[in-house]
């Protein structure tokens, strides 16, 4: 996969800013001049030589998708916006499009915009058509301490580097529960207790459904077998980290945490 990232800014002020925002939407890469000293506020992130990163700009999303696919494992590229509105959708697009390569060729059930399931399936790493859904879990497992189950995503992914719970898209043949107890069977080599689960929330996004589930269940994190090239590290949180990962910018900007108000 390629990997992303912004051009160093000019002006020292703006630094906390670039920063922030590379940590914040899981970006690997900084363009610094060798022989600038390197500000304290990039700490934390991994930084890219000068010079070697290939420029991507908003166009159409079909060109923007042939021109990455083109592209060698590994390679720089810069994102280039016209201002910090164009760069976030920018930024947006490259997670999205990170997330749509994972496990392409998998196939997704469709559902029609009720959540009614019409028959048809879909390719992962494809675009879905208007008015098509396919389901997504989140799952949150909660021990008796009240400590959360949060995983690491790998950095080749969209949001590298960023904690979260963990989850993913259901396949074709897939139900909700049984999404859940895959995918985190697979990330996680945990086996979930379907009697310990309940959907806490569902709500309908741009081309998915998503069910959060809370699974009140013990888990060792000994026990976690990481899946590589999706996980790469795994920790315990209470409700009160995951909010202060959130505030720093070390959380998946994606999960909707309103439900942690009644866990803390």
């Given at each position: ?19 922030e ?9 900084m ?24 420029s ?9 998708d ?18 910090p ?27 029609d ?16 058509a208007a008015?098509?859904y396919?389901l ?35 396949r ?9 107890l895959?995918?985190?069977k ?16 569902s ?20 026990d976690?077998?990481?899946q ?23 959380f ?5 945490l ?7």
């Amino acid at each position: 996969m390629p990997v992303f990232g912004i051009k160093m800014p000019e002006k020292p002020e703006l630094f906390s800013r670039a920063a922030e925002f590379c940590r914040s939407h899981g970006l690997r890469f900084m363009e610094i001049d060798a022989s600038s000293p390197l500000p304290q506020l990039t700490e934390g992130l991994e930084l890219l030589p000068a010079g070697r990163g290939l420029s991507l700009r908003m166009g159409r999303r079909e060109d923007m998708d042939k021109f990455l696919s083109s592209l060698s494992a590994g390679q720089p590229v810069l994102l280039e916006a016209e201002g910090p509105e164009e760069l976030e959708k920018l930024a947006l697009y490259v997670n999205h499009w990170l997330n749509r390569q994972s496990a392409a060729g998998e196939l997704w059930d469709v559902y029609d915009g009720e959540r009614r399931l019409t028959g048809r399936v879909h390719p992962r790493g494809e675009e879905l058509a208007a008015g098509d859904y396919h389901l997504v879990v989140h799952v949150w497992i909660r021990d008796g301490r009240g400590r959360f189950l949060l995983t690491k995503r790998s950095p080749n992914k969209g949001y590298g580097g960023m904690w979260e719970s963990p989850g993913g898209a259901a396949r074709a043949g897939d139900d909700s529960l049984s999404a859940c107890l895959r995918e985190i069977k697979e990330e996680t080599g945990l086996e979930l207790e379907p009697g310990r689960g309940k959907i806490v929330k569902s709500y309908r996004g741009e081309g998915y459904f998503c069910d959060v589930w809370l699974f009140h269940q013990d888990f060792d994190l000994e026990d976690v077998v990481l899946q590589e090239g999706e996980t790469c590290d795994c920790m315990s949180a209470t409700a009160e980290d995951i909010l202060r990962l959130r505030r720093e910018g070390l959380f998946v900007p994606f999960l909707d945490l309103s439900h942690l108000a009644d866990e803390k």
